[in-house]
């Protein structure tokens, strides 16, 4: 019998994580100064978290790593106006979900106009949906289940599905998820317990079942 990891629907209580915010000071000295090396060493340090959470919202490798370049370079072309009114980290995990989202709204869309326009009769060649790919956040047996909550986190509203994300698939705490979403520790819990909820609502039969 395939099970999920109730935790991930469930939840956990929050937790601490250290930081490396002095290191992560120097490294935006340095790079605000033009070092290359400083530059490669942001990346080396930052490029796998942010490809995951990309890839956690995006569902498409090729698409993540086309996203997670583009964070790195807005990095490399604004980091002189990086002014330190959040983590470095934060500001990364901004980045990120913001084109993510940014880049599925316009697929979203393109794929809506070809709908459209081929019921209109003109000859456009429909968008496919990309290749599901497994989920880096759940090591879960069982594609159907997988699949069926990926397609469950899929409609979360996107506040609710970016707070999920970052929870359990970075593992941030409720205090750097509020810092990346610009709200308070209570708004996080409140998107949380939200998600959670509907998740649970929509698993329950199938966990019965399963």
Known sequence: MYTLPLSIVYGSPPATHGTAAAADAELVAQLQQGSEAAFRTLV??????????????????????DVAQEVFVEVYQTIGRFRGEAALSTWLYRLATSRALKNRRR?????????????????????HEPAHQVHPQAQLEGQQQLTHLLDLIDRLPEQ???????????????????????????AVESLLFRARKTLRHHLTPTLRHA
């Not at 490029?47 to 090729?62: F, G, K, M």
């Not at 697929?107 to 000859?123: C, I, N, V």
């Not at 599905?161 to 709200?183: G, K, P």
Request: hydrophobic content about 40%; cysteine-free.
């Open 44 to 65: 080396e340090r930052y490029q796998n978290r942010i490809y995951r959470t990309v890839l956690a919202l995006l569902r498409s490798p090729e698409e993540a790593e």
């Open 107 to 127: 697929a979203r869309a393109q794929k809506r106009f070809a709908y459209f326009t081929s019921l209109l009769g003109f000859d456009n060649q429909l968008l």
């Open 160 to 186: 609710q599905q970016v707070a999920f994300t970052l929870r359990h698939e970075q593992d941030l705490s409720y205090e750097e998820i509020a810092a990346v979403l610009n709200t308070t520790v209570p």
